[in-house]
């Protein structure tokens, strides 16, 4: 059983910073791949970014060049560090794992969910 916690979530202006952590315990072996995902009212989950056992990142086309996901392995924690945050990023931010498939943002691909952190962006 794998258990994720997020942090870092918070309320910033637009154009502000937050960087998000999700603190994972449990084993996972073989190539497995973390991602962040978000779910704003009334929408459907998407997902924001991944990085998978050999460090391959992927980005969603709205947050490219202003997030950056990245993994500490020593710590087991993933990040999600987020630059010129806009109104249309607020929601609630998963962390999510699962064993690397093809759609690497797709939330049918993983397995285990964090609780969620909520990040809202005011104009």
């Known amino acids: 059983q794998v258990r994720l916690v997020e942090s870092g979530g918070g309320s910033v202006q637009s154009g502000g910073s937050l960087r998000l952590s999700c603190a994972a315990s449990?084993?996972?072996?073989?190539?497995?791949?973390m991602g962040w995902f978000r779910q704003a009212p009334g929408k459907e989950r998407e997902g924001v970014a991944a990085?998978?056992?050999?460090?391959?990142?992927t980005y969603a086309d709205s947050v490219k060049g202003r997030f950056t996901i990245s993994q500490d392995n020593a710590k087991n924690t993933v990040y999600l560090q987020m630059n010129g945050l806009k109104p249309e990023d607020t929601a609630m931010y998963y962390c999510?794992?699962?064993?690397?498939?093809?759609?690497?943002?797709?939330?049918?691909?993983?397995?285990?969910w964090g609780q969620g952190t909520q990040v809202t962006v005011s104009s």
């Open positions: 449990g084993y996972m072996g073989g190539h497995y791949r």
């Open positions: 999510a794992a699962g064993r690397a498939g093809y759609y690497h943002l797709a939330p049918d691909e993983y397995d285990y």
């Open positions: 990085v998978d056992s050999y460090g391959s990142t």
